[in-house]
């Protein structure tokens, strides 16, 4: 299963990806929505491929991920492996500067089963794509929301 979204964000690149990189914010932000996050290593290793242990309900199941940063180029790109019990995956934030101070990110999502009830959870994802879709479509514009705010507060 793959998608994958963009949205504009009026702000130059490099602080897009700061903001993209600053994983205190998203571990805060899981925390809150019930999320239990452990980070492995370093809080501030920002670039030396740090790993996090997920565990979260989904639709009322437990469901433990891995996500580790396998690839970080500032500003462009930062990609993460993602691995369960069932299932594998990457996911890949891509920045593209404008010719203002405007980037477009975009977020892309890859999935495999590994196992038969990985590939029959993953199918039963893809039912729920388009709905999957506009939440992290939300999210992403909340993001770029207070991407932009906080990018304004310093200029």
Known sequence: MDFSLSKEIDAPAAFVFQA??????????????????????AQS??????????????HGK???LTLEVTDLVAPDHL????????FKGRAMCQLSPGETEVTEMTLSFMFEGQTLSGRLFLKALEVTKATMEQKIAKRMAD??????SDYRTTV
């Open 20 to 41: 993209v990189t600053d994983y205190e914010r998203f571990e805060t932000a899981a925390i809150a929505r019930g999320v239990k996050v452990h980070r492995r290593g």
């Open 45 to 58: 290793d920002a670039a030396a491929g740090p790993i996090w242990d997920i565990r979260f309900l989904f």
């Open 62 to 64: 437990s469901l433990d």
């Open 79 to 86: 990609v993460m492996a993602i691995a369960a019990k069932s």
């Open 143 to 148: 993001f770029a929301q207070e991407t932009e």
